[in-house]
Structures are given as structure tokens and as C-alpha cells.
């Protein structure tokens, strides 16, 4: 009787519970599809968006729905339809905005009557900022890359397996939370990758919640800048607006108004915004950046959003879609990412919305003198009244627990969905190319992950070239595998070389071979083997390195290296051999210092917790002095002739003496750092690490063990902090400092000391180390401190200068000062300019010590 019932009820659940399929076209008034228009659904608080060819398609229950479709510009219409589990057809044009230029008037000024409209949009925008307490939606998203144009060669090397038409094709529905004042919570739910069954999307929706209602809109990867928001608070700085008239929309009147940056080159955008008469909200934008606001790697972009109300005076947005083009190196393409939301759940931030008051100006003054000018009359004056806040604890939609340092999580079975999930969820159908696209990939992944393909990209791949060989290294890909075999280029300004020359060991040969394996769950493995042979002293040396990063999520990886090597005797390998080997035998200035060492190294490093970092390191060394053996240079070519060249023992301020003889090292090591309110984003491949509000705090302790067999004995400790600081328009800053002291220092050697990052060359070293300062001389085993500022102003002062925008030149000034006991305080100062030919970076640093100059310089380095 049970069973009978129970399918009698699964029998007739269909006729209860109907759901249907609403699809159409928007059309203009020519019959042309409008695309990426926005449809809203009042009852549901839902939206969805038209496709590129202005179809589409909505999943309902049975119901009456009222539908109100929009499209920048053109004027919206709503339509009831009912839902019956049938699918229903809904074909609707529109026809463009009949704009009415009379419904503003403009009181006491002469100015365009946008400026009104704009001074109330602005007053309110903070209000209109939080009026959501905090929300959650439904994101679909659509990430599409087409290239139009690609070149047969870059810089020499064969373009391979680049081909025209879409190159990327990416979806995704996630489930977003957010709540005031920066609390984001948000789990992908679905992902799909055009021929890519196995790839997870990286498209996320918390970073595509772009609002303008902020004063300084940061896009990352466009601008080292943040762009000024048409309705921030200093935007008449920045903007003049037109009036363009007036429409009506649900009984309300919406403004148009026209962008206008006041000067080309200031961050700013340009186009279309439309403002809610009274309330003054945002209705919809469209707006554009150019290559004039300073945007990076693409021609434009262009931002185009939808509002609709989802609560009786909380609007939000129901669409968005960012457009781009960029061309370069021979590359020319487009692309786009589309948003769409549905399902909101809001809790508001106040009990109404607020209202713009008008005072009663001041009269007059009254002019007596008929000669004197009339003054105009006084413009009004205005007061915010403020709204009634509601009870945050009242009505939440999220419990506390749902918030946490993980804003973005990605299901393990996100890409494990199939067609009719996707044909079922998808808010926007795909066109035709998008839909053969999906089918022609997916058919030729399996291709693509043949042997066969592989090997035959790999042969074309696999063939050296002058680049490789000489400036970025060659790699030996097996693909069909997954490892490879890299090599170090045999001279190279950038990466270390196979051939190296110093006056110790002189013409050098270093080889070292990379073997790396890589695993589907993102593991590596790599063997790493080097042989080095010095022409001169005729000595051979070899070492074997071995790491497996064993965990992803946490970054964990574990070393085991030995051997026997030579290194700088400064830790920090302060001076690349390229550098060193030109300054030895062009400048006759041998700045490197060397020593050989036997050695057994152990190593750790992982993420104990979200934030929390720890490097362990346990390592026994036998270690030799070593010494000049040639004298040879391009300068004097004699090898028994004078030489300005120094030995190879450095001059330390600390030791009248800085050699030492062979002896034994026992040496441990470890380190931490925590970085406070780490946010992160987990799939399922691996863990990424986000910034936080705080700096990064480190702890670091070295020890010399007098055990077995070592004759090495000292302690010492550091703590550190450093961060990077977000200066809107005036730029960004990073700073970093450390102290540390020494105990137990019964017996040491250079080696063992504190070691600064110096420079004596022409080339910069690295930004946050010291510019000018020697080597060696300061190296300490006493107390110091160490400090590095660097404020990189993007623009802010050149933008004013026109040769200097043209080339896109920026700024910089940097700080670096060191205290030892025998540097006292030492301080460096410098000014630069980078971004010279997109890429250099040319610095003027003058260096004093106790308030007296020591020396000065200028310094080229890299500045992207």
C-alpha cells in the first residue's frame, strides 16, 4: 500500500511542481539583436543577460512573472508572462531613449545642469554605498578571449599552437556572500573550460564586484594606480559632466549624463552614466578607460552595468560586463567577462533611503554704489538628512560563522558537471561559435593529450634557439610525461651562466642540469645535479640537489642538497657572476669572494597555518679558504703585470684580519612569519595566498653547534617586519625592517656573520637591499638595524608633465640606513625614474655617513 502510494506520488509530482523554459530575443528597433541586454525578474530579485546575438533563455516554475527588459540607452519595457511547465517564446523590441531636455532647471547658476545632478549623486554616495548590510546572489559568469591576429614569430621564437577565434571559453555559478565593511564569502560552485574537461576557472565573482561608488576603483593587473570613480568625492576635480536629457523608467525620471575627464592623462573614465532623478542613484553605466588613463596590456576596456531595485529603496547590480581589446608583438584580440545575478537576499543598511534638503541661501548683500558690479545671487545650500539606521541584529541573512579567511572556495566536483546541467543553469544561452567551440575542443582535448600531438608540438618546442641558449636558458619538455630538462643559458645578464669568470678559479664552466616531474595534483619532484670546473686552479667541484614539494595546499617542500661547491662568502650572493665576471675583466674590480665547502643540507618549508610560515634548515660543512690564482683581465692583459685587484679575504671593519683556516660547521636554522588576516582562496589543485590589513612579521634564529666535530659555536636572532602600503592616487609604498643581536660567540668566521645586500657596480641590486654600501666592510657579529623604504608614485607628479606622460615615466624615492657598530648610522637616498622603454629603471642614490656624505651614484636596473 506504502509502495503504491509513493509512486503514485513520484508519478504525479511533475503535475505539481511545473517548471518551463522561457527563451526569446531582444531586439533595437532595426530588428538587430541587443547584445548583453538585462532582463529582470521582480519576483524572483533575479536577472539574466542577453548573449552576443541578443537570445535568451531563463529556467521558471510555474507562475506569472513580471519581466523588465533593459539595454543602455534604449528604453526598458516589462512584459507579464506565465509559466506552465511548457516552454514559452518572448520576442521583444526596443526602441531608443526619447530623451526630454527639459526636466531639469537650474536655479541661480549657469553651469550645465549635470553638475547639480552629479553635487547630489555624490553627496550621496556613501549611503548608497552601504545601503546593503550585507547580501548574497547568485553569479553566473562567462569569460570569452577571441584573437584576430597572430604572428608566425615573437622576438624570434615560432608561435606554436596559437590559432585565431576564441581561445579561451570559461563559465561558472557561484554563491556569493558579502557583508559590511569587507567580509566576502564565496564558493564556486560549477566551473566549465572549453576543452579543458579536467580544468578549474579561475573566473571569480567577488573581484568582478566593481561598484562606482567608490571614490577610487582599483582593477588589478590594468594599473599600478586606482582610477577616480565618476561620483567620488573629488571627482569635479577630475570630471566635467553634460546633461543629455531625461527619460522615464516605472514612474521614476532618469538622467543622462555624459563623462568627460577634465584633463586627457588623469586616471578617469569616460563615456555614459544614468542617474536616478530624486534619489540619486546609479540606474546603469557605461563607461570606458583608454590607454590616456594609464591603463597596462590592453587598448581599452569598457564597464558596462545594470541596477535594479531588490528591496523598496536597495538597489543593486543585476548585470555587469567588462569588454577589451588589446593588440601587440603581432597579437591583436578581444575578449570579455559577463556577470550575471539572481536570487538576492539583502538585509539593509538603514530604515529608508536619504534625502537631500535645500537651505534657504543667504540674501544679497545690497549694493549701494551703482558702479559697482552686481554680484551673482548665492547658489543654494544643501544638507544630507540623514536616514534611520535599522538593527543589524535584525532580520541577518548570514550566520557569523559563515565568514571567514577563506573568501573563495572551489568544490572538488565543480568541473564535474555535464551539458545538461549547464543547458539547464546557464542564464545566458551561448551563441553558435561559443557552442561549437565547447564540442570542437572537447573532441580534440583528447588529441591534444595523445602521445602523438604531444610529441609533435614538443619537436618544434624542443628546438634550441639563439634566445634560449643564451639569454632565458633551454628547457627539453617532455609533454606527453609531463617533466623536462632545463639548462642554464651559456651567457646571460639575467639568469645564471654555464660560462663565469673570476680571479680565483678564472674562466669557469658551471653546469647544471634540472630534471622535473610534475604530477596531476600539482606535486613536483626535481633532481638537480651540478659540475663546476675552474680553468685556472683547476679544481672540480659537484653537487646534487633533491626537492619534492609534497603538499600544494600548504606549499610544503622538502631539500636535500650536497656536495662540494664554491659560494660567496656573503650569504646573500650580494653580486650575480655576470656582473662580477664584466667588472673583473673590463673594470679590473674582483667584488666577489669566494670560499669551497663539502656539504650535507637538509631543508623545510611549509605553511604550518593560514599565515603562518616556517623554513627549517640542519646543514654540516667542511670549509676551505680559497685564493686568487690569475690576475687576468682585458685591461692588462699580462698575467705577471700590475693589478688593481684585491684578494680574495674581504676587508671587514670588525676584523683586522678576516681569513680563516679549514674547519668544521655544524649550523642550524629556522625562521618564521606570520602574516595577521591572511585571506586565501582554496581549490581543489591548491591553496592561494591573499594580503591582509597587516604587515608581515618574521622571527629568524641561527646557531653554530660545537658537536660532532664542529668548531663552529655563536648564536643569534632576528625579528623583522615588512608590508606594502596602498596609496590611491599618490601611488604605493613598501617598507621593511630588522634588528638582531648575537650571543655565545665563542667561535666565529666571516662566513658567519650578519651580511648586508650591498652594490659597488653600475647595475641596481636588488630594490630592497642597499645601493651603494661595500660588500663586506659592515658585516657585522654585534647588534644592528637594518630599514628599506621605497614609495613608488605611478605617475602622480610626471602625469603633470607632457614629455613625461607621453612616456609614461614614473617616479620613485627610496630610503635605505644601516646601524652597526662600526657603519653607525648609515643612510642612502635616492631618487629614479622607471619605466623608462617600459622596462628600465635609472636611479640617482647619494649615500652619508653620521650626517656626512660618503658617496653617490647612478644606478640601472629593471623597473617594469
Not at 543598511?349 to 549701494?368: C, F, G, L
Not at 548665492?378 to 535584525?394: G, L, Q, S, T
Not at 642540469?513 to 596531476?520: A, S
Amino acid at each position: 500500500m506504502r509502495f503504491t502510494w509513493l509512486l503514485t506520488l513520484l508519478l504525479f509530482i511533475p503535475l505539481f511542481c511545473f517548471s518551463g523554459t522561457l527563451r526569446g530575443r531582444l531586439t533595437d528597433e532595426n530588428g538587430q539583436g541587443l547584445p548583453f541586454a538585462s532582463i529582470y525578474i521582480k519576483e524572483t530579485a533575479s536577472g539574466t543577460a542577453t548573449n552576443e546575438n541578443g537570445y535568451y533563455q531563463l529556467q521558471l516554475d510555474s507562475g506569472t512573472y513580471t519581466l523588465e527588459f533593459k539595454y543602455v540607452g534604449y528604453k526598458a519595457k516589462k512584459e507579464i508572462v506565465k509559466i506552465n511547465g511548457h516552454p514559452v517564446e518572448l520576442n521583444v523590441q526596443l526602441f531608443p531613449e526619447v530623451l526630454n531636455l527639459q526636466e531639469v532647471v537650474v536655479k541661480a547658476s549657469d553651469e550645465d545642469p549635470a553638475f547639480p545632478i552629479m553635487r547630489n549623486a555624490i553627496r550621496l554616495r556613501k549611503y548608497h554605498q552601504t545601503e546593503a548590510l550585507a547580501w548574497s546572489a547568485r553569479v553566473y559568469m562567462k569569460s570569452v578571449a577571441r584573437m584576430d591576429k597572430v604572428p608566425s614569430k615573437v622576438l624570434g621564437v615560432r608561435v606554436v599552437d596559437v590559432d585565431t577565434g576564441i581561445v579561451y571559453l570559461s563559465e561558472s555559478v557561484s554563491q556569493l556572500h558579502m557583508k559590511r565593511p569587507n567580509k566576502v564569502n564565496e564558493k564556486l560552485i560549477s566551473s566549465r573550460v572549453s576543452g579543458q574537461k579536467k580544468g578549474f576557472t579561475f573566473n571569480q565573482a567577488s573581484e568582478m564586484n566593481v561598484s562606482f561608488y567608490e571614490n577610487l576603483l582599483k582593477i588589478e593587473g590594468l594599473s599600478e594606480r586606482g582610477f577616480v570613480s565618476p561620483l567620488a568625492n573629488n571627482a569635479l576635480f577630475f570630471y566635467k559632466y553634460q546633461y543629455l536629457g531625461a527619460f522615464e523608467e516605472n514612474g521614476r525620471m532618469i538622467n543622462k549624463i555624459k563623462v568627460i575627464p577634465r584633463r586627457r592623462n588623469d586616471p578617469v573614465f569616460e563615456g555614459i552614466i544614468y542617474i536616478v532623478d530624486g534619489t540619486w542613484r546609479l540606474h546603469s553605466t557605461d563607461l570606458k578607460l583608454t590607454k590616456r588613463a594609464g591603463i597596462e596590456f590592453v587598448d581599452y576596456i569598457r564597464v558596462r552595468q545594470v541596477y535594479a531595485p531588490v528591496l523598496e529603496h536597495v538597489w543593486m547590480p543585476v548585470s555587469q560586463k567588462f569588454t577589451f581589446e588589446a593588440a601587440g608583438l603581432g597579437f591583436k584580440g578581444r575578449g570579455y567577462v559577463t556577470g550575471v545575478y539572481s536570487n538576492y537576499k539583502v538585509q539593509a543598511a538603514y530604515k529608508k533611503p536619504p534625502v537631500i534638503e535645500e537651505i534657504e541661501p543667504e540674501p544679497a548683500e545690497t549694493i549701494v554704489a551703482t558702479t559697482q558690479k552686481a554680484k551673482p545671487a548665492p547658489k543654494p545650500r544643501f544638507k544630507v538628512i540623514e536616514p534611520e539606521k535599522a538593527d543589524p541584529e535584525e532580520n541577518p541573512i548570514h550566520p557569523e560563522k559563515l565568514f571567514s579567511k577563506e573568501i573563495l572556495v572551489v568544490d572538488r566536483d565543480a568541473n564535474k558537471r555535464d551539458s545538461l546541467y549547464w543547458d539547464k543553469i546557464r542564464p545566458t544561452p551561448l551563441t553558435k561559435e561559443e557552442s561549437k567551440d565547447y564540442v570542437k575542443k572537447d573532441k580534440l582535448e583528447a588529441v591534444k593529450e595523445s602521445k602523438v600531438y604531444q610529441d609533435s608540438l614538443d619537436r618544434i618546442r624542443n628546438k634550441p634557439t639563439f634566445g634560449n641558449l643564451f639569454l632565458s636558458g633551454y628547457t627539453y619538455n617532455n609533454s606527453f610525461e609531463d617533466n623536462y630538462l632545463r639548462f642554464d643559458p651559456i651567457i646571460s645578464p639575467t639568469n645564471a651562466s654555464i660560462l663565469q669568470y673570476n680571479t680565483v678559479e678564472g674562466l669557469v664552466a658551471d653546469v647544471k642540469v634540472t630534471y622535473g616531474r610534475r604530477y596531476d595534483d600539482r606535486r613536483r619532484f626535481i633532481v638537480e645535479p651540478t659540475v663546476r670546473y675552474g680553468f685556472s686552479n683547476e679544481k672540480f667541484n659537484a653537487k646534487l640537489r633533491t626537492a619534492y614539494v609534497y603538499n600544494t595546499t600548504t606549499n610544503s617542500i622538502v631539500q636535500l642538497e650536497g656536495g662540494r661547491y664554491v659560494d660567496q662568502i656573503n650569504i646573500n650572493s650580494p653580486i650575480s657572476s655576470f656582473v662580477n665576471s664584466a667588472y673583473t675583466l673590463i673594470a679590473e674590480k674582483n667584488y666577489m669572494k669566494l670560499y669551497q665547502r663539502d656539504f650535507i643540507r637538509l631543508a623545510h618549508r611549509g605553511e604550518l597555518t593560514n599565515g603562518l610560515q616556517l623554513t627549517a634548515n640542519l646543514e654540516y660543512a667542511h670549509r676551505m679558504p680559497m685564493q686568487n690564482t690569475t690576475l687576468y683581465n682585458f685591461k692588462d692583459r699580462n698575467p705577471e703585470g700590475l693589478s688593481n685587484f684585491t684578494s680574495n679575504v674581504p676587508v671587514n671593519a670588525e676584523l683586522t684580519d678576516a681569513s680563516f683556516r679549514p674547519h668544521e660547521v655544524l649550523m642550524a636554522s629556522f625562521s618564521v612569519s606570520i602574516k595577521p588576516g591572511q585571506e586565501y582562496i582554496t581549490r581543489p589543485d591548491r591553496k592561494i595566498n591573499l594580503g591582509s590589513n597587516y604587515p608581515t612579521f618574521s622571527l629568524a634564529y641561527r646557531t653554530g653547534i660545537k658537536a660532532f666535530g664542529g668548531d663552529i659555536k655563536y648564536s643569534t636572532a632576528a625579528i623583522g617586519i615588512n608590508d606594502e602600503l596602498k596609496m590611491g592616487l599618490l601611488g604605493s609604498s613598501t617598507y621593511s625592517a630588522s634588528a638582531g643581536v648575537f650571543w655565545n660567540k665563542e667561535s666565529m668566521t666571516l662566513m658567519d656573520y650578519r651580511h648586508f645586500k650591498g652594490n659597488r657596480t653600475i647595475f641596481a641590486g636588488e630594490y630592497n637591499g642597499f645601493q651603494l654600501l661595500d660588500y663586506y666592510k659592515y658585516s657585522t657579529n654585534n647588534n644592528y638595524l637594518e630599514a628599506h623604504y621605497e614609495h613608488h608614485f605611478n605617475g602622480f607628479l610626471f602625469n603633470k608633465l607632457p614629455l613625461f606622460r607621453k612616456l609614461k615615466l614614473q617616479e620613485v624615492v627610496s630610503l635605505n640606513y644601516l646601524n652597526t657598530q662600526q657603519s653607525r648610522n648609515y643612510l642612502e637616498v635616492g631618487i629614479g625614474i622607471e619605466h623608462i622603454l617600459k622596462v628600465m629603471r635609472v636611479d640617482f642614490v647619494t649615500s652619508f655617513q653620521e650626517g656626512e656624505k660618503a658617496r653617490a651614484g647612478i644606478l640601472i636596473g629593471l623597473g617594469f
